[in-house]
C-alpha cells in the first residue's frame, strides 16, 4: 500500500479522532471501557478523539489492537496520524507468501471431489480447485464461450448476481445473494463512501432484478454458519452447504483478508454427482 493513499474514514472528518471513535463506537465500547482495556486513560481518549492530542505510532497500534481493527484500516489510521503503514498487501504470488500459497492448495485438494475457493474481502476469485472450476464450467460453459457480460469476471458475487451468470441455476438466489450482498456491505461500512466495496454496491445495484431494498445494509441480519446452495439445470439438482474460514489474524493485509469457502454435498445424489464428475476428468 502506498504511503499516500488517502484516509477515508467511515464518518464525516479525515483524521484519526474520528476514526477511532468510530470504531469503538462499532465495539460497542464507552471511553471508560476503552480506558480499562487499554491503560490509556480516560481523558486522554477524550482528547484524542477531539483532537486535542495527537497519537503516537504506539498509540495507534495500541488502539488498533484492543478494538480488533481491520488491518486495512488500521494501516489507513496510521497515515491519518501521520505514520507509514506497518502491514503490507502483497499478492499470493509473492515469493515470500509462497508457503501460505502451497499451504491453501493443499487444503482445496483435500477438499476433492467437492468444490474450493479462495476470495479476497469483495469476493475476488484468488484460488479455485478443480471441482469449482468443473461446477462453473458445467454451469457457464468454458470460459471463452461464456455470456459476454459475465466472461473473464473472477468477482463471484458479480457472478452470482448477473442474469447471465450463476443467477438463473441458483434455485434460492434471493437468499444466497442477500447473504453475500451482506459480506459487501459491512466492508463499505469499514472503508466509507469512497472505497471499493460501495463502488462495488452501486454497481451491482444496477444490476437488473436486485431488489431497491438490498442496495441498503440490514443491520437485524444474522449471519449463519451454514449457507445452503441449491442449484438446478437440465434436470440435475444439486444440493450444496457452503462454509467459510479465514486466516485468524495474520500480520499481513492480504492474508488477513482472504476466505476459504468450501462447499459440501447436502445428500447422496449431489455427491455422487460430484463423485462421477471429478472421475470423468480423471485420466
Known amino acids: 500500500m502506498s504511503a499516500a493513499a488517502p484516509f477515508v474514514p467511515t464518518v464525516v472528518g479525515s483524521g484519526f479522532g474520528e476514526a477511532l471513535r468510530y470504531w469503538r463506537g462499532r465495539r460497542g465500547m464507552s471511553q471508560l471501557a476503552l480506558s480499562a482495556d487499554s491503560g490509556i486513560s480516560q481523558r486522554h481518549i477524550s482528547f484524542l478523539e477531539s483532537g486535542r492530542a495527537q497519537p503516537s505510532r504506539e498509540m495507534v497500534l495500541k488502539m488498533g489492537l484492543v478494538l480488533d481493527i481491520p488491518l486495512r484500516q488500521r494501516n489507513l489510521m496510521l497515515l491519518a496520524a501521520g505514520f507509514a ?146 442449484l438446478s439445470k437440465q434436470g440435475v439438482e444439486l444440493n450444496l452447504f457452503t462454509t467459510i474460514t479465514t486466516l485468524g489474524t495474520p500480520h499481513d493485509v492480504t492474508l488477513h483478508e482472504l476466505r476459504i469457502e468450501c462447499f459440501y454435498p447436502s445428500d447422496d445424489a449431489t455427491a455422487r454427482w460430484f463423485e462421477d464428475a471429478s472421475r470423468e476428468r480423471t485420466p
Request: net charge negative; no cysteine; proline share 10%.
Open 85 to 230: 503503514p506497518l502491514y503490507r498487501e502483497r499478492s499470493l504470488a509473492d515469493p515470500e507468501l509462497r508457503s501460505v500459497a502451497r499451504a491453501l492448495e493443499l487444503m482445496m485438494a483435500k477438499q476433492e471431489p467437492y468444490p474450493a475457493v479462495v476470495v479476497d474481502r469483495l469476493w475476488d476469485l484468488a484460488m479455485a480447485n478443480g471441482a469449482a472450476s468443473r461446477l462453473l464450467d458445467w454451469l457457464l460453459g468454458p470460459p471463452e464461450s461464456r455470456a459476454p457480460a459475465v466472461q473473464g469476471t473472477r468477482n463471484l458475487v458479480f457472478a452470482m448476481l448477473h442474469p447471465q451468470g450463476l443467477r438463473p441455476y441458483i434455485v434460492n438466489w434471493p437468499q444466497v445473494a442477500a447473504d453475500l450482498l451482506q459480506w459487501i456491505h459491512r466492508e463499505a461500512m469499514v472503508e466509507g463512501p469512497q472505497g471499493a466495496a460501495h463502488s462495488m454496491l452501486d454497481e451491482l445495484a444496477r444490476l437488473d432484478g436486485v431488489p431497491a431494498d438490498w442496495r441498503m445494509p440490514n443491520l437485524e441480519a444474522r449471519g449463519t454458519p451454514f449457507l445452503p446452495l441449491k
